[in-house]
């Protein structure tokens, strides 16, 4: 009986010995030659590389040396979904000193907004030293005047006009409120940015005040651009005209909505483009899309009555407030189907744009205005 409890006393010895050794050997230790080894038994955390996440590897890559991400390289579009060849790298890296960075369509807030979500989960650096370039080219092409061009360095053609069009200028500020909110994803960036996006923030919604569109003493709308330095309304494209917008002007409203203390002068520009907005709404139509055979495109648009509808136009003339349809030729139609068929199919000439404004946003901004409470 004595000799089997020792052997199974071995046994149990044995057993946490090995254990023992077995924990010694997982546990990784940093040596140093010649030191001595007392001092180097504890585990030493080694370096990870960073996470990496490939829209974000992309974006990186397509980042021009100016800070800001071109919508297009030639006549094919920035794609983060296609796969990007190690040629594909190579020949985009060394596009880096183009001039073709811009807001339009998007571009440049749509990478920030990624790059800065993309730090938030990954913790890589490079994600959050591109969010914070982009951001610093936002604030580099901003005119004194609080307006944005188009494009930034590139001012050729209509580019360096204020540019409200496709809600270019709109989606800029709201990214630099949202930095200067210290909002997610924006509030782990260069705190520095943050006193720099609200004066641009502060100097945008001035120049919106002073951009909207005034009619013996009433302000109305907005244009989609604007002449940089008179502040004036300005044609772009042929079929872009100087006129009112019945859709960008939607989005501009609902910027200043977000105003948290808005001033009397804040308050009015918004009231007037609302009432502006239900006056010129075309009651009683609709706009269509219909097979069209015979026509170039094989498809057309058409306005059309229909009892309860509610359609707007997207130009309105200045000093009328009559809709206007442009085509290529640049001249002024008062008629749809008068313009080609081109542009009909092509381009959105009426829509919907300001009826959720209308029916639920400013009941709701009026109620929080009234109450005080934050937007």
């Known amino acids: 009986m004595l000799r089997l409890l020792l052997l199974l006393s071995g046994l149990a010895v044995t057993a946490v010995g090995t254990s023992c ?12 030659p010649g030191a001595d080894p007392a001092t180097t038994a504890n585990p030493v955390a080694q370096p990870q590389a960073a996470l990496q996440d490939s829209t974000a590897e992309k974006m990186l890559v397509y980042q021009r040396a100016v800070g800001g991400w071109p919508k297009a390289v030639g006549s094919a579009k920035v ?12 020949r985009t890296l060394a596009d880096k000193n183009r001039n073709d960075a811009t807001i339009d369509n998007n571009a440049t807030s749509r990478e920030i907004i990624y790059l800065a979500q ?3 989960k990954t913790n890589n650096p490079a994600y959050r030293q591109g969010a914070e370039n982009g951001i610093r080219y936002l604030l580099k092409m901003q005119y004194a005047n609080g307006g944005f061009p188009q494009y930034y360095p590139d001012f050729s053609n209509y580019r360096h006009q204020i540019t409200y069009n496709d809600n270019a200028m709109v989606r800029v500020l709201q990214v630099l409120r949202e930095v ?4 997610a994803p924006y509030n782990g960036l260069d705190a520095a940015l943050v006193p720099q996006a609200k004066a641009a923030v502060e100097r945008g919604i001035d120049c919106i005040l002073k951009t909207q569109y005034v009619r013996q003493g009433q302000p109305t709308a907005w244009c989609a651009q604007y002449d940089e330095k008179t502040l004036q309304p300005a044609k772009a494209r042929a079929f872009e005209l100087a006129s009112l917008s019945g859709d960008e002007s939607v989005e501009i409203v609902r910027f200043l909505m977000g105003v948290e203390k808005p001033s009397p002068a804040v308050r009015k520009s918004i009231e007037s483009a609302v009432a502006w907005f239900q006056k010129v709404k075309l009651t009683g139509y609709t706009m269509k899309e219909i097979a069209a055979p015979g026509e170039p495109t094989g498809r057309d648009r058409v306005i059309v009555p229909e009892a309860g509808a509610t359609l707007w136009a997207r130009f309105y003339e200045l000093d009328t407030d009559r809709p206007i349809y442009v085509g290529r030729d640049s001249k002024v139609h008062y008629q749809l189907s008068e313009i080609e068929n081109e542009r009909r199919a092509g381009y959105l000439y009426a829509g919907t744009w300001p009826a959720k404004l209308l029916e639920k946003d400013y009941p709701a901004w009026q109620k929080r205005v009234s109450t005080g409470e934050k937007p």
């Open 79 to 90: 794609d983060y979904k296609h796969p990007m060849s190690a040629a594909d790298r190579a």
């Open 21 to 32: 050794a077995r924990q010694t050997l997982t546990a990784e230790t940093v040596s140093t």
């Open 118 to 120: 993309a730090y938030q």
């Open 180 to 183: 200067g909110q210290q909002k």
